[in-house]
């Protein structure tokens, strides 16, 4: 009567086969059987982690990682004109300066890779103005790749009043990356009138990563 092997997760090596002599019975070709059979159930195993739509490869437990954004420094110099973007001051540690009084904006590229789910950002700022509402903030958009209005993902971060260095970080999110979409933080100045007053030193993203790509 036929019977049903019962396979196991495990890749059985090596794989014994009947030599010259061996009866051709049930036993012997059991056990041949029996080793191919327990590779594919560890090979089917193996296969089902992979996410099949994004073409991607997936832990077994997803895990959660931070990763530093690049800031790209601009021109370093003498500004005037309030609202311009401006460099970097090596005197204080390298950070993107802002002039405030024009409600100046940057924004930094956030990559964030097909099928994670990108769950906070956080920038490093410096306030160089004192007063509400004169406070930086931080905001992250999805932009789709057409023609539509960026989507702002959660609520705008605001930096508390008064000078320093802070952390704002826009949490809470649960946006899973696809192809196609492109990610961004955007700082926006305080008040600061026609100086280098609020300073970004760096930018952080973190993300639930299913798997080396």
């Known amino acids: 009567m ?65 990763f530093q954004v690049p800031i790209e420094w601009g021109n370093a110099g003498t500004y005037a004109a309030s609202g311009s973007v401006l460099g970097f001051d090596a005197g204080t540690g390298l950070r993107v ?37 004169g406070q930086m903030t931080l905001s992250v958009w999805r932009h789709d790749g057409t023609e539509n209005a960026p989507l702002q993902l959660g609520a705008t971060s605001t930096a508390a009043a008064g000078t320093g260095y802070k952390n704002l970080t826009v949490s809470g999110l649960s946006e899973v990356g696809a192809v196609g979409y492109t990610y ?16 970004i030193y760096g930018v952080t993203r973190t993300l639930t990563d299913r798997g080396p790509r």
């Not at 990559?111 to 789910?117: I, K, L, N, R, Y």
């Open 2 to 66: 036929p019977a049903n092997i019962t396979d196991v997760a495990t890749f059985t090596d090596p794989i014994s086969v009947p030599t010259d002599g061996d009866p051709v019975a049930g036993p012997s070709l059991a056990l041949f059987v029996q080793g191919l059979s327990n590779r594919s159930r560890w090979l089917k195993n193996l296969i089902e982690q992979v996410d099949v739509s994004a073409g991607k490869f997936n832990y077994a437990t997803p895990v959660d990682v931070t």
């Open 184 to 199: 961004s933080a955007a700082f926006k100045a305080g008040s600061g009138v026609g100086v280098p007053a609020d300073g």
């Open 97 to 133: 300066f802002l002039l405030g009084s024009g409600g100046a904006v940057v924004a930094f590229p956030i990559a964030v890779p097909a099928g994670s789910t990108l769950k906070s950002v956080t920038g490093r700022i410096s306030m160089g103005t004192a007063g509400a509402p």
